[in-house]
T-cell receptor
């Protein structure tokens, strides 16, 4: 699986958009980009995933660059409850069971 | 909304004792996982389970650990002869099929070995 690089921490004002970057420059054509988050002491929570097109759901938007070497998770209107560690995971889904493998992620703090 | 349920939420055990952590995955899911997270560290994969057998396991998942789906609804992780370093949050997860979609995680069991 391709390695990902994320900033260790970020902060954002409540009500503003939070833009969390992820670099995955060695991504291959079969690898999807997944985002999870972990609110303190809780289990990880799936947010969104994509292959090459931008994706949006009720939680967030995922913007993947045309060369697929980086992506950005956007929380359009961050709330205090979005304070969490956000994990960007790249995974080849072409064989075997899907096993999310978590790195250090980005610790996002949303402040009033 | 369906969810993965784990019991107990907190378990304290003496070193050398056996513990069983229980999970009820989402009912129509077929793939099950156990992860652990030592305090302040990353979430680490332990094992995945499908069709009543282990499909993948990590180096952490040694002979001290075993998993079972005893009755078609529960999914258990047994830790034999617990050690102090087994103290961690243990998360169960399930997903509908491999390689296709997101995994849903439970809220975890905090295991404390004293």
């Amino acid at each position: 699986d391709a390695k990902t690089t994320q900033p260790p921490s970020m902060d954002c004002a409540e009500g503003r958009a939070a833009n969390l970057p992820c670099n995955h420059s060695t991504i291959s054509g079969n690898e999807y980009v997944y985002w999870y988050r972990q609110i303190h002491s809780q289990g990880p929570q799936y947010i969104i995933h994509g292959l090459k097109n931008n994706e949006t759901n009720e939680m967030a938007s995922l913007i993947i660059t045309e060369d697929r070497k980086s992506s950005t998770l956007i929380l359009p209107h961050a709330t205090l409850r979005d304070t969490a560690v956000y994990y960007c995971i790249v995974r080849d889904l072409s064989g075997g069971s899907y096993i999310p493998t978590f790195g250090r992620g980005t610790s996002l703090i949303v402040h009033p | 909304e369906p969810e993965v349920t784990q019991t107990p939420s907190h378990q304290v055990t003496q070193m050398g004792q056996e513990v069983i952590l229980r999970c009820v995955p989402i009912s129509n899911h077929l793939y099950f996982y156990w992860y652990r997270q030592i305090l302040g560290q990353k979430v680490e994969f332990l094992v995945s389970f499908y069709n009543n057998e282990i499909s993948e396991k990590s180096e952490i998942f040694d002979d001290q650990f075993s998993v079972e789906r005893p009755d078609g609804s529960n999914f258990t992780l047994k830790i034999r002869s617990t050690k102090l370093e087994d103290s961690a949050m243990y998360f169960c997860a399930s997903s509908p099929f491999p390689g296709g979609t997101e995994a849903f995680f439970g809220q975890g069991t905090r295991l404390t070995v004293v």
